[in-house]
């Protein structure tokens, strides 16, 4: 479990590329997450152009670190049956932890923004990189080579455990 608890939440990056092949072996961890009936409800849009990782900031108020990333991945849903259409948000919520926990093994650093249930959001990620009505953008992960450094996160609470009963 060591990727799962080096896994944080990292908004500095260096201005160092991520290579293609990189993005391309992230992409396939996403596509290995869990999915209702195996309907696989997810699309993905790599984004590395520097002028549309710039205006992601407007769109969404807790991204500014977009701007200085080398890429992000919007995770996306496409429910197409009514299996989908129930479960596509947590079949995107296990494809966007698959390319956290991935990140973390690879010594990279990202962070999860989150786009749906936020209609602006949304509007403003579908009006910027062309995404159809069918399809709603979920998430976003911005990667990079870290520039600052977390340790291991501390969250376990037994309080918050009930065995059998509430």
Request: glycine share 4%; net charge negative; aromatic share 6%.
């Amino acid at each position: 479990m060591d990727a799962v608890f080096k896994r944080r939440s990292i908004r500095k990056y260096t201005d160092q590329k991520i290579k293609d092949e990189v993005v391309e072996h992230l992409l396939k961890a996403a596509m290995a997450a869990p999915s209702a009936r195996n309907r696989q409800p997810w699309e993905f849009v790599v984004i590395d152009d520097k002028e549309k990782l710039s205006k992601i900031p407007a769109i969404h108020p807790y991204a500014a670190m977009a701007a200085e990333a080398p890429v992000a991945i919007l995770v996306c849903g496409k429910p197409n049956d009514d299996t989908s259409k129930s479960y596509w948000v947590q079949d995107c919520a296990a494809a966007t932890e698959n390319i956290l926990i991935e990140v973390a093994t690879l010594d990279l650093g990202a962070v999860w923004c989150g786009i749906h249930p936020r209609a602006p959001r949304e509007e403003g990620m579908r009006e910027l990189l062309g995404i159809p009505s069918d399809v709603t953008p979920f998430s976003l992960v911005v990667i990079g080579h870290p520039d600052e450094q977390k340790g291991p996160a501390e969250r376990y609470d037994p309080a918050r455990v009930h065995k059998n009963n509430w």
